[in-house]
């Protein structure tokens, strides 16, 4: 009789682990200012700190504060609900997410070549800016 009242105890403790973690995982929605606010940050943070003009003082220190408020407002989202977690869905999904503004940023550099260090860093800046805004607000609820 023991035995029986121990595995129903473990089965409920089992049962009550798995409700937890599903509680700390489910997360409320990002807000709908998180995914513009991450574009335009990364876009002016990114766009002030790599062009020509970087070299001045105050662009440097306002490109660093744009970067410091891209990680501060990212850090204030993922954190909701009380718990930090990897974003959730298929691994391609995911890789997905991460290289499409990488790679958007990269092509906007190739108007450095015809065009200077200036356009290019425009280019990179508003490219990557604008992937990131669209995965973001396209998968909000993962980040």
Avoid: K
Avoid at 26 to 51: K, N
Avoid at 54 to 64: D, N, R
Avoid at 97 to 104: F, H, I, S
């Amino acid at each position: 009789m023991r035995d029986h009242v121990d595995a129903h105890a473990a089965r409920q403790a089992l049962l009550a682990v798995e409700a937890a973690r599903a509680a700390a995982r489910s997360r409320p929605a990002a807000p709908g200012w998180f995914a513009p606010a991450r574009g335009l940050l990364f876009a002016a943070g990114f766009g002030l700190l790599t062009g020509p003009w970087a070299q001045q003082v105050p662009v440097m220190a306002a490109g660093i504060v744009a970067l410091v408020a891209f990680l501060a407002v990212h850090a204030a989202v993922i954190s909701r609900g009380g718990v930090v977690t990897l974003p959730g869905g298929p691994l391609p999904r995911r890789l997905a997410n991460q290289l499409a503004p990488a790679a958007a940023y990269g092509l906007g550099w190739l108007a450095a070549v015809p065009f200077g260090q200036g356009a290019g860093a425009a280019c990179a800046a508003v490219l990557g800016g604008a992937a990131l805004w669209a995965v973001t607000a396209r998968d909000g609820h993962d980040h």
